[in-house]
């Protein structure tokens, strides 16, 4: 009996002691709903340069967002203006700091396009690491200059992280000057590997005529990326005025051209004009949500109704001849939408069957007034802006030709061949059915990018080179010099210590 | 009597000349022994305790009468007109009651014999118990009489308020949501502060079961509590380790404390057969104070005609039905319980509610000469969650309850042609959210373990268990495109989420006890093993080409997938990790005056890349037993004790594998045109290699006190916990893969505070009881040394977009507010800021209590009990976001119903109502948050029944608090970046009041 009992508590303390050992781990799992790339020395693994590409051109329609990027671009310009109404659009001041110039280190819309855009700016140097056939590099070194480009604009500052830098690497921080000349490098260097690009309904990837027109834009504008003093005044050299006559031809030669009819590149029908826009999920959907008064809704395959947002202002309004036909345009009856016509819509609103259109909210007939104050504003303030139209089924266009045109003529009328430059403003002119100017000042030539280009994410470059940022109108408080540059977030001064803020904040 | 007649025949036999001497004889005896046979003897005698000293104050009663004395100084008593077939009963509070007949003795002598369930109550630690007397640890221990009663879902509801320092808030009153529970404090910031549950060894993952999610336009609602499946019927007793000595066995998981779940065995005998049948009815406790019709009217608001009062249409009388059966016996150790539930909670908002069908088998048998007890506990349950969308983050055009508050009074619910009144997307009518929309969330859970422990030598044992924890949940969601709401109007949406998760365990250890002359020793060696396997898939599909709620679901085709329309969408992810752990601990005891335990316990994770994936807890406790010393006064004392520990404890609650860099396709959506937003190929996060625990050293000092003889108890512990390497998602030095990355911040968070727990048994006497329980933690917190500021508590509504409320910086409270400082109104009507149009902390008023505290009180009286439970928070803030975004006079001039407050006050109609102390407010509230009158039938005769005894309970009957919202006690998620916030009240589902009417019969 003992023996027996003295055999099993041995067996069984064997069997535990076997079951003990045989039950550790080294607690490595399998992932199965990821691909891990970490080697175990460490270090940057390739990943698929093809899919990562893919994954940026399909994100290009972010652009469409009306936060972010577009509007730093353009409420801290005179062309457009995001008031308050009542409890409506305050968002803790975000939009109104943007018209007064007041913004701070901690603006909402400053950090996510600082994420944005250097976020994309890093999957760029991925795609480089991993193994790119030659025409993705050139594809993905564009793209890195363009969201460079941006960052550069809007800061003065470029991080740059490459790929084996880890967690714990702080990014080197290149200054504007440097910035500029290592973006330049890289659209040059990636101009012959790309596809030569022609006018079309989506042009989602980089080709040669998008970098040409990014070239054009940068040399136009090399001279306050250059400058020491970021508000300028800035010296244009002629030399840099020729680089983009050079490059603004190049796009010319592929193919583009003015289209007659202004708001036809907006629509999905043929247009020599779209040298760069996003994909097909691009829709251009917020830029007419964001203006349209609640009550002009009512769309059939709409979820909700506008946002009464942001509207202009009546002087640059005014800065357009009545015939302009970029101010208005009448659509005719639509389906739905007859009664929500193109341009600048002032005045009553009417539905499609012609009738007036109620505010809902007074009460009273919807008409858009002149007058639009910053704060408190009712319902129907401010004039409306409609460049892509609901029923038109457009994609939205990053780089236009219009725009390439326009440098072209600006370069010439900074070199000092007025009478070119002036030739070539009085053919856009005629065109959109506007009287031939006798002579081009730089004022003019301002004005005329603007109303060519209203409401399409350049104005707050072009008031900058034009030396018209810091100027008082309406409520734009703070005219300080500082505010060409937007300031670094300070979470983002806090992440990095080889980014020091800029001036004034 | 008998003899009696014999004596009077006989004498009537023998002698007729004396019958008038005899007559009166016979009635002079008879008289006599008809007083002493009807019931009277005096009975005397002496009470003493097992050692022979005597007892003064026992209560020596003749049972089933009032007929009662106490004992004397020396532990005499004489007890007058006892009936000689009687029983007395003997009772002395600690002591076991004893009932004895009196079998016509006049002198009756007893010894009683302390009362080993009271003095030696056992504490359930890991892996072992211990009794109460010995536990050096902070360790509080609830058994079944403690608990709240009436309508509970879940078993966190069991103790909520019965013990110090364990804060438990509901998220809201929605049957079956989110609680959230703090163990002295809260230390760390992002999700993942609840405690560790173990149920009968099990340790649950923490992690969802149930997919929460989109509800179109109306927002997100969060995932349902994962602790629904356990029926609190079920549940014998819930024990908690607050402390770090005693949680440091848990090591990996313990730093926010360990709760463990007991089960009920069967209890040895013949058994018995319990059940519990209940129904219960719930209101709201206080509608808003919104305006009617015609006031909406007065005030200027538009008039389109009907008159409606939203509040009635939306909410409703809700019932609640709970059958609970359950059989089980035992004998000789071995015992078995089968138990069977069915609760029907409905909410008391129409359409909610939840259903849970439960079952469970508790049973264990002793084989090979009782050395070896195998046993096993199963739990199986399926909860039907019926949800609304109630949400935490709707946006201007709100959800249910938004919709609830602010539509237009004046609006009738349907039209003339019976169609439902729908103004607009952006006012949706609440009657046609209900009606147009179905949640039905159906989870399947199994929970169980199979154990064997086998008594290898005396003294030594070896324990195997083998857990599992199997879930599988569905939620299946629809909206109809009839409903004209944000992102449905004429698209309708159906969200399918399913997740399914399977855990195992496996543990196996040692125990050791022996006694060594003077010394006791108790050790403890084992092994564990746990793997957490997780998959989740969801799908959403819209553009429906019918409107009917079940054939969105059930005929999903019907979502048209033609080209331009982006209609059906998928994502679904999936992981595994493991817990790897080797600990140990030692108890040892000399002369039960001063005992010491030592715990280690070594964690590996997979959660941690290599070279951190193991972390190392230790901890040290001791207690000296003051009581067993002589200088102590015994007279006074009862018992008195003095606590020390110390220990580390560890956090790994973050998302699957951060440390190395994956990739993989991100989710597609269906944007607001329609069309899909394709899922690019991307990081899944700045992987950070260097990542490792999160710990939390602890100190605890405690004193354990009884006095008059047990009559009043309790403890008092003071804690300081610094909670060091916060696992932190921080935003990445841009360009980066990821906006966030998950790094170890050398920043503190120290939680530091005291708690008071006493028991006094006030009066003992014959037929009445008065006890009560009362306990009260106070807790500071404070985060240091944090480099950098993160915002959290978004805002949402009309022109909201970005605000946010609460700020996590160093020198702050954990979720300081961070506000704009409010000076009323100049004369346009528009706020002013006296320090400034920007937001500022405010002298640290936080949402964290600095007092929380609950009071129970328990009277019986015969056969009848009433229970009363207070509980109470003090020192908190709220932040009313249903006040922000709704009860504004700009809100009210776009056509809004709002509050009467807001109608008389000076607010212009253009006032932003920006984020600031306008909308802040105390949220010191005391409860009466339970009531229980129960009344025991007397079946002493009936042999069938053993008892049988009815109850009924209130809940939540009473609140005092100057809160203006709903309910002071809400908590609705407001996470921004992942970092959670606390405190604000958002269109939180309402609380209601119970009243709950049951039986219960045990055979």
Same mark, same amino acid.
């Given at each position: 009996? !003992?023996?027996?009992k003295r055999?099993?508590?041995?067996?069984l303390?064997?069997?535990?002691?076997?079951?003990?050992v045989s039950?550790?781990?080294?607690l490595?799992?399998e992932e !199965?709903?990821?691909l891990?790339v970490?080697n175990s020395?460490?270090?940057f693994?390739?990943?698929?340069?093809?899919?990562l590409l893919?994954?940026i051109?399909?994100?290009?329609?972010?652009y469409?967002?009306?936060?972010?990027?577009?509007?730093?671009n353009q409420?801290?310009?005179?062309e457009?203006?995001?008031p308050t109404r009542?409890v409506?659009w305050g968002?803790?001041?975000?939009?109104?700091?943007?018209h007064?110039?007041?913004w701070?280190?901690?603006?909402?819309?400053?950090l996510?396009s600082?994420?944005?855009?250097?976020?994309r700016?890093f999957?760029c140097?991925?795609?480089?690491?991993?193994n790119?056939s030659?025409?993705?590099?050139?594809?993905a070194?564009?793209?890195?200059s363009m969201f460079m480009?941006?960052?550069?604009d809007f800061?003065?500052?470029v991080?740059?992280?490459t790929v084996?830098?880890g967690v714990d690497?702080l990014p080197n921080?290149l200054?504007r000057s440097?910035?500029?000349d290592?973006?330049?490098?890289?659209l040059?260097?990636?101009?012959?590997?790309?596809q030569p690009g022609a006018?079309?309904?989506?042009n989602?990837?980089?080709?040669?005529?998008?970098?040409?027109?990014?070239?054009a834009?940068?040399?136009l504008n090399k001279a306050?990326?250059?400058?020491?003093s970021?508000?300028?005044?800035?010296?244009?050299?002629?030399?840099d005025?020729?680089?983009?006559?050079a490059?603004a031809?190049?796009?010319?030669?592929?193919?583009?051209g003015?289209?007659?009819?202004?708001?036809?590149?907006?629509?999905d029908?043929?247009?020599?004009e779209?040298?760069?826009?996003t994909?097909?999920n691009?829709?251009?959907?917020?830029?007419w949500?964001?203006t349209m008064?609640y009550d002009?809704?009512?769309f059939?395959?709409?979820?909700?109704?506008?946002?009464?947002g942001f509207t202009t202002?009546?002087?640059?309004?005014?800065?357009?001849?009545?015939?302009?036909?970029r101010?208005?345009?009448?659509?005719?009856?639509n389906e739905?939408?007859g009664?929500?016509?193109?341009g600048?819509?002032i005045g009553?609103?009417?539905?499609?069957?012609?009738?007036e259109?109620v505010?809902?909210?007074?009460?009273?007939?919807?008409q858009?007034?002149?007058?639009i104050p910053?704060a408190?504003?009712?319902t129907e303030k401010g004039i409306?802006v409609? !460049?892509?139209?609901?029923?038109?089924?457009?994609?939205?266009?990053?780089?236009r030709?219009?725009?390439v045109?326009?440098?072209?003529a600006e370069?010439?009328?900074r070199?000092?061949?007025?009478?070119?430059?002036l030739t070539m403003i009085?053919n856009?002119r005629?065109?959109r059915?506007a009287t031939?100017?006798?002579?081009?000042?730089?004022?003019?030539?301002?004005?005329?990018?603007g109303r060519e280009?209203?409401?399409?994410a350049?104005?707050?470059?072009d008031?900058?080179r034009f030396? !018209?940022f810091n100027?008082?109108?309406?409520?734009?408080?703070n005219?300080?010099?500082?505010?060409?540059?937007?300031?670094?977030?300070?979470?983002a001064i806090a992440?990095?210590?080889n980014l020091?803020?800029?001036?004034?904040? | 009597?008998n003899q009696?007649?014999?004596?009077?025949?006989?004498k009537l036999?023998q002698?007729?000349?004396?019958?008038?001497?005899?007559?009166?004889l016979?009635?002079t005896?008879?008289?006599?022994s008809?007083?002493?046979f009807?019931q009277n003897?005096?009975?005397?005698?002496?009470?003493v305790d +097992?050692?022979?000293d005597?007892?003064?104050g026992?209560t020596?009663?003749?049972?089933?009468?009032?007929n *009662?004395?106490?004992t004397?100084?020396?532990g005499?008593?004489?007890?007058?007109?006892?009936p000689?077939a009687g029983?007395?009963v003997?009772s002395?509070?600690?002591?076991t009651?004893?009932e004895?007949?009196?079998q016509s003795r006049s002198n009756?002598?007893?010894t009683?014999?302390?009362d080993?369930?009271l003095l030696?109550?056992?504490?359930?630690?890991g892996y072992?118990?211990v009794?109460?007397?010995d536990a050096?640890?902070a360790?509080?221990a609830i058994?079944?009489?403690d608990?709240?009663?009436?309508v509970?879902?879940?078993s966190?509801?069991?103790m909520q308020?019965?013990?110090a320092?364990?804060?438990?808030?509901q998220?809201?009153?929605e049957p079956?949501g989110?609680?959230?529970?703090r163990?002295?404090g809260t230390?760390s910031?992002?999700?993942?502060?609840?405690?560790l549950?173990?149920?009968?060894?099990v340790p649950?993952?923490g992690?969802?079961?149930?997919g929460?999610?989109s509800?179109?336009?109306?927002?997100s609602s969060s995932?349902?509590?994962?602790?629904n499946?356990l029926n609190p019927?079920d549940?014998a007793?819930i024990?908690?380790l607050?402390?770090a000595?005693?949680?440091a066995?848990?090591?990996?998981?313990?730093a926010n404390g360990?709760?463990?779940?007991?089960?009920?065995k069967g209890?040895?005998?013949k058994g018995?057969?319990?059940y519990?049948?209940s129904? %219960?009815?719930s209101?709201i406790?206080?509608?808003?104070d919104?305006?009617?019709a015609s006031?909406?009217?007065?005030?200027?608001?538009?008039n389109?005609?009907?008159?409606?009062?939203?509040?009635?249409?939306?909410?409703?009388t809700?019932?609640?039905t709970?059958h609970?059966l359950s059989?089980?016996?035992?004998s000789n150790?071995?015992?078995y319980?089968?138990?069977a539930?069915?609760?029907d909670?409905?909410?008391?908002?129409?359409?909610s509610?939840i259903k849970?069908?439960?079952a469970?088998f508790n049973g264990?048998?002793?084989?090979?000469?009782?050395r070896l007890?195998?046993?096993?506990?199963l739990n199986?349950?399926?909860?039907?969650?019926a949800?609304v969308?109630?949400?935490?983050?709707s946006?201007?055009?709100?959800d249910l309850?938004a919709?609830?508050?602010?539509?237009?009074?004046?609006?009738?619910?349907?039209?003339?042609?019976?169609t439902?009144?729908?103004v607009?997307?952006v006012e949706?009518?609440p009657?046609?959210?209900?009606?147009?929309?179905?949640?039905n969330t159906?989870t399947?859970?199994?929970l169980?373990?199979?154990n064997a422990?086998?008594q290898?030598?005396d003294g030594l044992?070896?324990?195997t268990?083998?857990?599992?924890?199997?879930?599988? +949940?569905?939620r299946?969601?629809?909206?109809?495109?009839l409903?004209?709401?944000a992102?449905?109007?004429?698209?309708g949406q159906?969200?399918f989420?399913d997740?399914?998760?399977?855990n195992?365990?496996?543990?196996n250890?040692?125990?050791y006890?022996k006694?060594?002359?003077?010394?006791?020793?108790?050790g403890l060696a084992g092994y564990?093993?746990?793997r957490?396997?997780y998959?989740a898939k969801?799908?959403?599909a819209?553009?429906?080409?019918?409107?009917d709620l079940?054939?969105?679901?059930n005929n999903?085709s019907a979502?048209?997938?033609?080209?331009?329309?982006?209609?059906?969408i998928?994502g679904s992810?999936?992981?595994v990790d493991e817990?790897q752990?080797?600990?140990?601990?030692?108890?040892?005891g000399?002369s039960?005056?001063y005992l010491?335990?030592?715990?280690?316990?070594?964690?590996g994770?997979?959660?941690? *890349?290599?070279?951190?994936?193991?972390?190392?807890f230790p901890?040290?406790?001791?207690?000296w037993?003051?009581?067993?010393e002589?200088?102590?006064p015994?007279?006074?004392?009862?018992d008195?004790?003095?606590?020390?520990?110390? *220990?580390?404890? *560890?956090?790994?609650?973050?998302?699957?594998n951060?440390y190395?860099?994956?990739?993989r396709y991100g989710?597609?959506g269906?944007?607001?045109s329609?069309s899909i937003?394709? %899922?690019?190929?991307?990081?899944?996060?700045f992987?950070n290699?260097?990542l490792k625990?999160?710990s939390t050293t602890?100190?605890n000092?405690?004193l354990d006190?009884?006095f008059?003889?047990g009559?009043?108890?309790?403890s008092?512990?003071?804690y300081?916990?610094?909670?060091?390497?916060?696992?932190?998602?921080?935003?990445?030095?841009?360009?980066a893969?990821?906006?966030?990355?998950?790094r170890?911040?050398?920043?503190d968070?120290?939680?530091?505070?005291?708690?008071i727990?006493l028991?006094a048994?006030v009066v003992?006497a014959n037929d009445?009881e008065?006890e009560?329980?009362?306990n009260?933690?106070?807790?500071k917190?404070?985060?240091?040394?944090?480099l950098?500021?993160?915002?959290t508590?978004?805002?949402n509504g009309?022109g909201?977009?970005g605000a946010?409320?609460?700020r996590?910086?160093s020198?702050?409270p954990?979720f300081a507010?961070?506000l704009?400082e409010?000076?009323g109104y100049?004369?346009? %009507?528009?706020?002013?800021?006296p320090?400034?149009?920007?937001?500022?902390?405010?002298?640290?008023?936080s949402?964290?209590?600095?007092?929380?505290?609950g009071l129970?009180?328990?009277?019986?009286y015969?056969s009848?009990?009433?229970?009363?439970?207070?509980?109470g928070v003090?020192g908190n803030y709220?932040y009313s976001?249903n006040?922000?975004?709704?009860?504004?006079k700009?809100?009210?001039?776009?056509?809004?119903?709002?509050?009467?407050e807001?109608v008389?006050?000076?607010?212009?109609?253009l006032n932003?109502p920006?984020?600031?102390?306008?909308?802040?407010e105390?949220g010191?509230?005391?409860?009466?948050?339970?009531?229980?009158?129960?009344?025991t039938?007397?079946?002493g005769?009936?042999d069938a029944?053993?008892?049988?005894?009815?109850?009924?309970?209130g809940?939540?009957?009473?609140?005092?608090?100057?809160?203006?919202g709903q309910d002071?006690?809400?908590?609705?998620?407001k996470?921004?970046?992942?970092?959670?916030s606390f405190?604000?009240?958002?269109?939180?589902y309402p609380?209601?009041?119970?009243?709950t009417l049951?039986?219960?019969i045990?055979?």
């Open positions: 009996m !003992k023996n027996l055999i099993s508590t041995i067996a303390s064997c069997f535990v002691v076997s079951a003990l039950s550790c781990t080294d490595i799992v !199965k709903d990821s891990v970490q020395g460490g270090g693994v390739a990943g698929d340069a093809g899919a893919e994954g051109y399909n994100g290009l329609s972010f469409t967002d009306q936060g972010n990027t577009y509007s730093l409420h801290p310009s005179a457009m203006i995001p009542g409506d968002d803790n001041g975000v939009w109104r700091t943007l007064g110039h007041t701070d280190a901690t603006h909402t819309q400053v996510n600082w994420n944005a855009l250097n976020g700016s999957t140097e991925q795609i480089l690491a991993s790119p030659s025409s993705q590099a050139a594809e070194r564009a793209l890195r480009a941006q960052i550069m800061w003065g500052q991080p740059r992280r084996d830098q690497d921080v200054s440097e910035a500029f290592f973006i330049v490098s890289n040059e260097e990636a101009l012959p590997e790309l006018p079309a309904t989506i989602s990837t980089m080709t040669q005529s998008a970098v040409h027109a990014l070239l834009r940068l040399y306050v990326y250059k400058s020491t970021p508000a300028g005044p800035y010296t244009f050299d002629n030399a005025m020729a680089q983009v006559v490059h031809d190049a796009v010319t030669a592929a193919g583009f003015l289209d007659a009819d202004f708001f036809n590149p907006f629509t029908q043929e247009s020599p779209r040298i760069l826009t994909e097909a691009g829709v251009p959907r917020n830029r949500m964001m008064h002009q809704g009512g059939p395959a709409e979820r909700d109704g506008p946002w009464n202002l009546a002087d640059f309004y005014d800065t357009f001849e009545a015939d302009d036909l101010r208005f345009k009448d659509v005719g009856s739905g939408y009664g929500l016509n193109k600048f819509l009553q609103q009417y539905r499609e069957d012609g009738s259109i505010d809902s909210r007074s009460l009273k007939p919807l858009f007034s002149r007058d910053l408190g504003a009712a409306r409609i !460049k892509y139209h609901p029923t038109d089924n457009g994609i939205y266009i990053l780089l030709y219009s725009d045109y326009l440098m072209k370069a010439l009328l070199s000092g061949d007025n009478g070119a430059a009085n856009l005629t065109l059915n031939a100017l006798s002579s081009l000042s730089e004022d003019a030539m301002f004005a005329e990018r280009l209203y409401w399409e350049i104005a707050r470059t008031e900058i030396g !018209k100027v008082q109108y309406q409520d734009v408080t005219t300080e010099a500082y505010t060409v540059l937007f300031p670094i977030p300070s979470i992440s990095n210590t020091s803020q800029n001036e004034g904040y | 009597m009696l007649y014999q004596m009077s025949s006989s036999v002698s007729a000349k004396f019958l008038p001497r005899l007559l009166a016979t009635l005896l008879s008289i006599i008809f007083t002493s009807s003897i005096n009975v005397t005698g002496k009470v +097992s050692n022979g005597e007892l003064p026992v020596v009663q003749v049972k089933g009468t009032s *009662g004395v106490s004397d100084l020396s005499n008593y004489s007890l007058s007109s006892v000689s029983t007395i003997y002395f509070v600690g002591m009651s004893q004895i007949a009196v009756i002598n007893v009683l014999a302390n080993e369930q030696e109550e056992v504490v359930v630690i072992g118990t009794k109460k007397k050096t640890g360790v509080a058994g079944e009489k608990f709240n009663k009436g509970i879902t879940s966190e509801q069991l308020g019965r013990v320092g364990v804060a438990i808030t998220s809201s009153g079956g989110g609680i959230n529970v163990i002295r230390s910031v992002r999700a993942g502060n609840g405690p549950f173990v149920v009968d060894g649950l993952s992690g969802d079961i149930t929460g999610g509800n179109g336009g109306l927002g995932a349902r509590n994962p602790l499946f019927n549940i007793s024990d908690i607050k402390d000595s005693a949680t066995i848990y090591g990996s998981r313990g360990v709760v463990l779940i007991t089960t009920k209890k040895q005998g018995s057969m319990d519990t049948f129904v %219960g009815t209101q406790t206080k509608k808003f919104l305006l009617s006031e909406f009217v007065a005030a200027g608001g538009p389109n005609g009907g008159t409606t009062d939203w509040q009635d249409e939306v909410l409703r809700a019932i609640t709970q609970n059989f089980g016996g035992g150790g071995d015992s319980r089968f138990s539930g069915i609760l909670q409905d909410g008391i908002i129409n359409n509610g849970r069908y439960s469970s264990n048998k002793k084989v090979i000469n009782d007890n195998i046993g096993t506990q199986l349950a399926n909860t039907v969650d949800g969308p109630v949400t935490d983050n946006g201007f055009s709100g309850l919709a609830m508050l602010k539509s237009n009074p004046t609006n009738s619910v349907r039209n003339s042609d019976g439902f009144n729908q607009s997307t949706p009518n009657a046609a959210i209900i009606a147009y929309s179905k949640d159906n399947i859970r199994a169980g373990n199979i422990e086998l290898i030598v044992k070896f324990k268990v083998v857990g599992f924890d199997r879930s599988i +949940s569905s299946k969601a629809a909206f109809s495109p409903l004209k709401a992102q449905i109007e004429n698209v159906v969200y989420t997740i399914e998760t399977n195992s365990l496996w543990e250890y040692f125990t006890d006694e060594f002359g003077n010394v006791s020793f108790n564990s093993y746990q957490f396997e998959f969801s799908s959403n819209t553009n429906f080409r019918v409107d079940d054939l969105m679901v999903v979502a048209d997938n033609s080209k331009g329309f982006g209609s059906i998928n992810n999936s992981n817990l752990s080797y600990f140990g601990r030692i108890n040892l000399f039960s005056k010491l335990t030592a715990t280690v316990r070594a964690d994770s997979t959660r941690f *890349g290599s070279g951190n994936k193991y972390g190392v901890s040290f406790a001791g207690k037993r003051l009581i067993e002589d200088f102590v015994k007279n006074v004392f009862s008195l004790g003095l606590r020390l520990g110390y *220990g580390i404890t *560890g956090n790994q609650e973050l998302p699957h951060l190395q860099e994956r990739r989710s597609a269906i944007n607001n329609s937003n394709n %899922g690019g190929f991307g990081t899944v996060a992987a290699p260097g625990w999160e602890q100190f000092a405690g006190f009884g008059a003889g009559r009043l108890s309790g008092l512990d003071y300081y916990k610094n909670t060091n390497d916060l696992l932190f998602q921080v935003f990445s030095a841009q360009p893969p990821s906006p966030f990355v998950w170890n911040l050398d920043a968070v120290i939680n530091r505070g005291l708690e727990s028991n048994i003992d009445f008065f009560i329980n009362a009260a933690a106070f807790n917190n404070v985060v240091e040394n944090l950098g500021v993160y915002d508590g978004a805002i009309q909201l977009t946010f409320a609460q996590i910086a020198g702050q954990l507010y961070f704009r409010f000076g100049d004369e346009a %009507g528009n706020s002013i800021y320090n400034g149009d920007f937001q500022q902390f405010l002298d640290g008023a949402p964290n209590p600095t007092v929380t505290g129970t009180t328990n009277f019986k015969k009848l009990t009433l229970s009363a439970f207070f509980n003090f709220l976001n006040a922000n975004a709704f009860f504004t700009g809100s009210f001039s776009n056509g809004r119903n709002v509050t009467r807001v008389g006050s000076s607010e212009g109609p932003a920006d984020v600031s102390t306008r909308f802040l105390k010191d509230f005391v409860r009466l948050a339970n009531l229980n009158l129960g009344y039938v007397n079946t005769k009936t029944i053993s008892s049988l005894r009815f109850f009924l309970t809940q939540n009957l009473a609140l005092f608090t100057n809160y203006s002071p006690e809400v908590n609705t998620n996470q921004i970046n992942g970092i959670p405190g604000i009240d958002y269109t939180a609380r209601a009041r119970t009243w049951g039986a219960n045990s055979f």
